[in-house]
C-alpha cells in the first residue's frame, strides 16, 4: 500500500494549513484511514480516523473542534483541515491505514504503510 502525505509548512499560531493523503483506488474504496502525527523525542499520537465511507469520523481530544478529516473518493484523497493552529500542533504528520481495514484502534501499532509524512511547523 502506497501513500503519499503532503500540504505541510510553515504557518502562524491560529492559522490554517489542509493536508492531503494520496491512496491507490483499490485501497481508498474499502479501507478506513487515519492521521497520525509526531513530535521531535515524542511518541507517534493518533489525530483523526475516517470509515471507508466518510460517514463515520474520529477525532483524538487535542484537536475536537479544531481538525476536520474527510475523503474525497473521486480524487482517492484523505484530507485533514487544520484550523486554529498552536506550536504544540508542530510535527511530522502522517496518514496509514488500519490492518484488516477497519478502524479499531488508535494504537499506531494496529496501522500500516505510514509513507513518508509531511512536516507541520507552527510558529508562536
Known amino acids: 500500500v502506497q501513500l503519499q502525505a503532503s500540504g505541510g509548512g510553515l504557518v502562524q499560531a491560529g492559522g490554517s494549513l489542509r493536508l492531503s493523503c494520496a491512496a491507490s483506488?483499490?485501497?481508498?474504496?474499502?479501507?478506513?484511514m487515519a492521521w497520525f502525527r509526531q513530535a521531535p523525542g515524542k511518541e507517534r499520537e493518533f489525530v483523526a480516523a475516517?470509515?471507508?465511507?466518510?460517514?463515520?469520523?474520529y477525532y483524538a481530544d487535542f484537536v475536537k473542534g479544531r481538525f476536520t478529516i474527510s475523503r474525497d473518493h473521486a480524487k482517492n484523497t484523505v484530507y485533514l483541515q487544520m484550523n486554529s493552529m498552536k506550536p504544540e500542533d508542530t510535527a511530522n504528520y502522517y496518514c496509514?491505514?488500519?490492518?484488516?481495514?477497519?478502524?479499531?484502534?488508535?494504537?499506531?501499532?494496529?496501522?500500516?504503510?505510514w509513507g513518508q509524512g509531511t512536516q507541520v511547523t507552527v510558529s508562536s
Open positions: 475516517i470509515n471507508w465511507s466518510g460517514a463515520t469520523t
Open positions: 483506488r483499490r485501497i481508498f474504496d474499502s479501507y478506513d
Open positions: 496509514a491505514v488500519p490492518r484488516g481495514g477497519t478502524y479499531y484502534s488508535s494504537r499506531p501499532s494496529d496501522f500500516r504503510s
